[in-house]
């Protein structure tokens, strides 16, 4: 472990970022160049005092986890992250594994949807990514722990949220998520992410279990999905789901057409943003340990789901 040379390295990427990158607030006053440590630290689920420890080349041995966790805050790209890994010690992520670095070129065409939320996910259904909008739609993603940052934990074992269905509705989207893991298990069979999540969702959920036995697969395109706004009230959106074959993630994307009510209510979405919900500044997650790469454990399951 090089700590000097991971510590700059650090600091440099993180000074090459600007908040909106990170889905965030630019807010006022900056007096440095690119993002602040709290801000890294918030987006990569790690204290503040752990990052500044790592920047000044004095912290402890990094998990392969935490530097996980800082890749994907950081944007890097495939080699960047193995050359982080490498500064600090451990082994990168061996071919065949679900890719948990968002696309850098995905990055961008987020950041040219700036009037819609946009969510990407990896083939585990983490959520890796997210912009203004996603966070001002589906609530303050920044606030959940990154372990419990997946579609697929959250409908089954997590706490409930914005997104809306009845009985039938809520099967038909469960399914639907069963049979993308299904999938994404038949591509990554060695994938110890993916086993261990399928491995929680079976032990913790019933309804989970007995969907992964019928081994149903489809393929998902796009939905209507209802949100439960605490401003805007109920609004009805498209949500299509655009795939990148070459690192296996997709960008879920919320629109509404032209003329319409749904499109009315997104024009306002852009102007209210996350303040409205009182989540300014990304509300950030406050817990001073790292994260590990294991689940949390299951909670009582909701009938609604964020992010699904």
């Known amino acids: 472990m090089d700590r000097t040379e991971l510590g700059r390295t650090l600091r440099t990427w993180r000074e090459r970022l600007r908040p909106a990158d990170l889905g965030l607030p630019t807010g006022t006053r900056r007096r440095t160049p690119g993002l602040r440590r709290e801000e890294v630290a918030q987006v990569a689920g790690i204290s503040v005092d752990y990052l500044t420890r790592l920047e000044q080349g004095r912290g402890p041995h990094p998990s392969d986890a935490v ?21 600090g010690g451990v082994r990168a992520p061996a071919p065949g594994t679900i890719p948990v670095e968002p696309r850098p070129s995905l990055l961008r065409l987020m950041d040219r949807l700036t009037d819609l939320p946009v969510l990407l996910l990896n083939a585990r259904m983490d959520v890796l990514a997210w912009n203004a909008m996603a966070a001002a739609l589906l609530g303050d993603l920044s606030a959940v722990p990154p372990a419990e940052r997946n579609t697929a934990w959250r ?20 399914r639907a998520l069963v049979s993308d893991l299904r999938g994404a298990s038949a591509r990554y069979p060695d994938d110890p992410g993916l086993r261990r999540l399928v491995a929680t969702l079976e032990k913790g959920s019933e309804r989970f279990a007995q969907m992964w036995a019928e081994r149903t697969v489809r393929v998902r395109h796009g939905d209507r999905k209802k949100i439960r706004h605490p401003q805007l009230g109920d609004v009805t959106l498209d949500c299509d789901t655009l795939r990148d074959a070459f690192d296996d993630q997709m960008l879920l994307v919320y629109s509404a057409a032209p003329g319409t009510p749904e499109a009315e209510a997104l024009a306002l979405l852009r102007v209210i943003g996350i303040e409205a919900d009182g989540t300014a500044n990304g509300g950030a997650d406050r817990r001073p340990e790292p994260i590990s790469d294991g689940r949390a454990a299951p909670t009582d399951r909701l009938t609604n789901h964020p992010f699904q």
């Open 67 to 87: 530097l996980g966790a800082l890749g994907r805050a950081l944007r890097l790209s495939t080699d960047e992250r193995d050359h982080l890994f490498a500064l």
């Open 155 to 174: 409908a089954f074992l997590g706490p409930g949220n914005r997104v809306v269905a009845d009985d039938a509705e809520r099967d038909r989207l469960d």
